[in-house]
Protein backbone atom coordinates (compact mmCIF):
# COMPACT_ATOMS: atom_id res chain seq x y z
CA UNK A 1 0.00 0.00 0.00
CA UNK A 2 1.96 3.41 -0.88
CA UNK A 3 1.42 6.94 1.00
CA UNK A 4 -1.18 7.24 4.05
CA UNK A 5 -4.20 5.46 4.38
CA UNK A 6 -7.06 8.00 4.10
CA UNK A 7 -9.38 8.14 7.42
CA UNK A 8 -12.61 8.09 7.31
CA UNK A 9 -15.37 9.27 9.51
CA UNK A 10 -14.07 8.52 13.21
CA UNK A 11 -11.36 7.61 11.94
CA UNK A 12 -11.75 4.40 10.07
CA UNK A 13 -9.11 3.89 8.25
CA UNK A 14 -10.06 3.53 4.40
CA UNK A 15 -8.47 -0.12 2.81
CA UNK A 16 -9.18 -1.57 0.05
CA UNK A 17 -10.86 -5.03 0.23
CA UNK A 18 -8.54 -8.07 0.06
CA UNK A 19 -8.27 -11.46 1.76
CA UNK A 20 -5.18 -12.57 4.15
CA UNK A 21 -2.99 -11.41 6.46
CA UNK A 22 -1.73 -8.21 4.26
CA UNK A 23 -4.69 -6.35 3.96
CA UNK A 24 -5.20 -6.68 7.75
CA UNK A 25 -2.68 -5.54 8.60
CA UNK A 26 -2.03 -2.55 6.67
CA UNK A 27 -5.59 -1.87 8.21
CA UNK A 28 -4.32 -1.89 12.02
CA UNK A 29 -1.16 -0.10 10.84
CA UNK A 30 -3.52 3.10 9.59
CA UNK A 31 -5.84 2.12 12.72
CA UNK A 32 -5.33 6.08 14.73
CA UNK A 33 -3.77 6.78 18.03
CA UNK A 34 -4.44 4.17 20.92
CA UNK A 35 -6.59 2.10 18.49
CA UNK A 36 -3.21 1.01 16.79
CA UNK A 37 -2.16 -1.05 19.61
CA UNK A 38 -5.85 -2.51 20.70
CA UNK A 39 -6.11 -3.32 16.68
CA UNK A 40 -2.68 -5.34 17.49
CA UNK A 41 -3.57 -7.21 20.38
CA UNK A 42 -7.16 -8.05 18.90
CA UNK A 43 -5.19 -9.59 16.22
CA UNK A 44 -2.45 -11.52 18.15
CA UNK A 45 -5.48 -12.71 20.38
CA UNK A 46 -7.75 -13.97 18.05
CA UNK A 47 -4.61 -15.96 16.22
CA UNK A 48 -3.60 -17.21 18.96
CA UNK A 49 -7.09 -18.44 19.97
CA UNK A 50 -7.66 -19.81 16.57
CA UNK A 51 -4.72 -20.78 14.70
CA UNK A 52 -5.10 -20.86 10.76
CA UNK A 53 -7.82 -17.90 11.35
CA UNK A 54 -8.17 -16.48 7.90
CA UNK A 55 -8.45 -13.02 7.17
CA UNK A 56 -9.83 -10.33 5.04
CA UNK A 57 -10.77 -6.51 5.01
CA UNK A 58 -14.34 -5.89 3.63
CA UNK A 59 -16.25 -2.64 3.87
CA UNK A 60 -13.32 -0.93 5.43
CA UNK A 61 -13.43 -3.76 8.51
CA UNK A 62 -11.28 -6.57 9.09
CA UNK A 63 -12.66 -9.84 9.14
CA UNK A 64 -11.55 -13.06 10.71
CA UNK A 65 -12.95 -16.92 9.83
CA UNK A 66 -12.52 -19.99 10.28
CA UNK A 67 -13.88 -21.50 6.67
CA UNK A 68 -13.68 -19.79 2.98
CA UNK A 69 -15.57 -16.49 2.95
CA UNK A 70 -17.56 -17.24 6.29
CA UNK A 71 -16.66 -15.11 9.18
CA UNK A 72 -17.19 -15.22 12.98
CA UNK A 73 -15.85 -11.63 13.88
CA UNK A 74 -15.03 -8.33 12.38
CA UNK A 75 -14.29 -4.91 14.07
CA UNK A 76 -14.14 -1.13 12.69
CA UNK A 77 -13.06 2.47 14.22
CA UNK A 78 -15.09 4.71 15.52
CA UNK A 79 -14.27 8.27 17.77
CA UNK A 80 -14.23 6.66 21.10
CA UNK A 81 -13.89 3.32 20.62
CA UNK A 82 -13.42 -0.02 18.57
CA UNK A 83 -16.54 -1.93 17.52
CA UNK A 84 -16.31 -5.54 17.82
CA UNK A 85 -19.53 -7.29 15.65
CA UNK A 86 -19.28 -10.83 17.15
CA UNK A 87 -22.01 -12.27 13.77
CA UNK A 88 -23.33 -14.67 16.02
CA UNK A 89 -23.17 -13.38 19.54
CA UNK A 90 -26.40 -14.23 20.93
CA UNK A 91 -25.14 -17.73 21.05
CA UNK A 92 -21.94 -16.96 23.29
CA UNK A 93 -21.90 -17.48 27.11
CA UNK A 94 -22.20 -14.54 28.25
CA UNK A 95 -23.25 -12.92 25.19
CA UNK A 96 -21.59 -9.44 24.74
CA UNK A 97 -24.05 -6.78 25.88
CA UNK A 98 -24.32 -4.15 22.49
CA UNK A 99 -27.30 -5.41 20.68
CA UNK A 100 -28.07 -5.07 17.00
CA UNK A 101 -30.76 -4.94 14.53
CA UNK A 102 -29.96 -8.15 13.54
CA UNK A 103 -31.13 -10.70 15.81
CA UNK A 104 -27.87 -12.73 16.40
CA UNK A 105 -25.07 -10.48 16.05
CA UNK A 106 -24.00 -8.64 19.50
CA UNK A 107 -21.06 -6.32 19.89
CA UNK A 108 -18.39 -5.15 22.33
CA UNK A 109 -17.21 -1.75 22.50
CA UNK A 110 -13.73 -1.05 23.48
CA UNK A 111 -12.94 2.14 24.95
CA UNK A 112 -8.72 3.34 25.65
CA UNK A 113 -7.42 0.93 28.15
CA UNK A 114 -10.60 -1.30 28.61
CA UNK A 115 -9.65 -4.68 26.74
CA UNK A 116 -10.55 -7.89 29.14
CA UNK A 117 -8.44 -10.03 27.58
CA UNK A 118 -9.05 -12.97 28.92
CA UNK A 119 -12.96 -12.38 28.04
CA UNK A 120 -12.43 -10.90 24.69
CA UNK A 121 -10.42 -14.41 23.77
CA UNK A 122 -13.24 -16.75 25.34
CA UNK A 123 -15.64 -14.91 22.88
CA UNK A 124 -13.33 -15.78 19.84
CA UNK A 125 -12.50 -19.20 20.68
CA UNK A 126 -16.66 -20.08 21.26
CA UNK A 127 -17.13 -17.57 18.13
CA UNK A 128 -14.75 -19.79 15.87
CA UNK A 129 -16.68 -23.02 16.71
CA UNK A 130 -20.18 -21.71 15.49
CA UNK A 131 -21.35 -21.59 11.75
CA UNK A 132 -20.01 -18.45 10.07
CA UNK A 133 -22.03 -15.73 8.71
CA UNK A 134 -20.99 -15.90 4.51
CA UNK A 135 -20.70 -11.74 3.49
Known amino acids: MSGKAVL?????????KGFGNAP?????????EWKRGVGERLDA????AVPGVRKAVKWNSPFYGVEEDSWFLSYHCFTKYIKVTFFRGTS??????GTSKHPEVRYLDIYENKLDEDQFTDWVRQASRLPGEKL
Do not use: D, F, H, W
Request: glycine residues 8%.
Open 8 to 16: LSGGNPQIP
Open 45 to 48: LIEK
Open 24 to 32: VQAYIAAMP
Open 92 to 97: LAPAPT
